[in-house]
């Protein structure tokens, strides 16, 4: 039998995803908004054969804490991401595009046309991650004072995600023959009218552009909650998940793996991609001392920030090299509830000062640091037992720590026959081994 085949995303941060990446990046200082950079990190990715190249956002600034943020390029300086993957797609061929929109301040029109634009710009290559977003900084840019409650932002999210497919069906596959002898531009039989009246929306029309090459975009949804499962299990083919350790990463890639059954869907319509930070070294140690030379670099009050905002709690005035008192932790949480829970454990159960705390702290994933063949150990180890069907990649220090891995790893995992050699076909759907989704309308009688 041959190796499971491992799949990889980039989560792509221009400088890297260490907050004091941009401190000690070759990137260049404006990497932000520098379009040409973009492209060549995304130009490598591809030379490293990855599925995915993915943006995530929340269309905000930060609005208070300005002298701390000051010190962090992460929020505050970014393109809007469709924006950004339809200039990507100009300059790869065959790298997928994802790109995060919140189902909790668009609307599903605006959404659905968005993706199936950039799926025909990129010729098949766009997926979108629904995510019902989890700050209030957000919510005040579209008319809300703080985010509706978790449930309350599920339920919108099914109802948007209905719509949007919805709309994606507008046409059938070959609704335009665009045939000048005939005068025939589109067939109005192939048409199929959306009319929903939900309890958050109304959309009476269709999508004004031909079906989307992959028929709908790859759908990738990052919830963890119970909520958030349940939605991934009824409606996403790409889930990234965000589990500490091997036992926990098991636990989700069952529990969410068994959830689908009962929406009629196979093991093999949703991969399930672990989120991993890699940093090469020629050794082990050689590689810790890379990593910890960040850590070195990370301000404190950036280290606070990042802990008190998925803590959803103010941890200013703490003193940092003594334990942090269980009564920091709130009661609940109403933003990210796996880092929230990730945090709340680590206060519990390793009693740290709250400079280890914030330092130790990683949002949703594993740093992994070792040779090539450590980490592809590693990643073999979790794909051979049910902890993942690949890995959300993101790099400490890009495009450095992208270039080791690229060069170093890559063929490491394919002498081991877990990774391709080339790309076998030119689609997200395909990099991904996921079905092209049928049009709703076809064999059924229209009106
Ligand atoms: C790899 C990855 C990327 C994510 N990207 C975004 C993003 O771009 N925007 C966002 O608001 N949340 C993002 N999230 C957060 C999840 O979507 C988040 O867990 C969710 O919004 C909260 O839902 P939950 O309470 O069901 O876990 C991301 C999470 C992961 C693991």
Redesign the pocket.
């Known amino acids: 039998m041959s190796a499971r085949q491992i799949h990889l995303g980039l989560?792509a941060q221009p400088f890297g995803d260490h907050p004091a990446a941009w401190l000690k990046s070759r990137a260049p200082l404006n990497a932000a908004i520098n379009i040409d950079y973009y492209r060549e990190v995304a130009k490598l990715a591809e030379q490293g054969l990855f599925d995915l190249f993915?943006?995530?956002?929340?269309p905000a600034t930060r609005t208070d804490n300005l002298s701390v943020h000051s010190r962090n390029p992460e929020y505050n300086d970014r393109f809007e991401p469709i924006t950004l993957l339809s200039a990507i797609a100009g300059a790869t061929r065959y790298i997928g595009l994802g790109a995060?929109a919140?189902t909790s301040f668009y609307e599903p029109y605006n959404v659905a046309r968005l993706f199936a634009s950039l799926d025909h710009i990129s010729h098949g290559r766009a997926g979108w991650?629904i995510?019902?977003?989890?700050?209030d900084y957000a919510a005040r840019n579209y008319g809300q004072d703080k985010l509706p409650p978790?449930d309350q932002r599920?339920q919108r999210a099914r109802e948007f995600f209905q719509v949007v497919s919805s709309l994606w069906d507008t046409w059938e596959d070959d609704a335009f023959p665009y045939d000048r002898q005939q005068c025939t531009y589109f067939q109005p039989e192939k048409y199929h009218l959306t009319d929903h009246h939900g309890e958050y929306f109304n959309v009476h029309g269709g999508l004004n552009i031909a079906r989307a090459p992959q028929g709908h975009p790859v759908i990738i949804?990052?919830?963890?909650?119970e909520?958030?499962?349940a939605f991934a299990a009824e409606t996403a083919e790409v889930v990234?998940?965000?589990d500490p350790n091997l036992p926990a990463a098991q636990k989700f890639y069952a529990d969410v793996k068994g959830r689908l059954p009962q929406f009629g869907r196979l093991p093999g319509s949703l991969k399930i991609l672990a989120?991993l930070s890699v940093v090469v070294g020629e050794s082990k140690a050689e590689a810790q001392d890379k990593y910890q030379e960040l850590q070195r670099m990370l301000h404190p009050d950036v280290g606070l920030m990042r802990l008190g905002q998925d803590l959803e709690a103010d941890l200013r005035g703490l003193p940092l090299d003594e334990p942090v008192p269980e009564s920091m932790i709130p009661a609940k949480a109403n933003?990210?509830?796996?880092?929230f829970e990730q945090i709340a454990s680590m206060i519990r159960e390793q009693k740290l000062t709250l400079r280890e705390l914030y330092s130790r702290y990683e949002r949703?994933?594993v740093t992994l640091c070792g040779t090539p063949s450590q980490i592809v150990d590693h990643m073999i180890e979790w794909t051979e037992s049910d902890a993942a069907d690949g890995f959300?990649l993101?790099f400490h220090l890009v495009p450095d720590d992208l270039a080791d891995f690229v060069q170093k790893v890559v063929p490491e995992m394919q002498r081991r026959g877990v990774y391709r050699k080339n790309y076998h076909g030119n689609t997200l759907r395909d990099h991904l081994g996921l079905a092209r989704p049928s049009n709703r309308h076809v064999g059924t009688v229209s009106e």
């Open positions: 989560l993915f943006i995530a956002d929340t995060t919140s991650n995510v019902t977003s989890a700050n978790h599920y949804q990052a919830g963890s909650s909520t958030g499962k990234f998940a965000s989120g933003f990210h509830q796996a880092y949703g994933k959300m993101s």
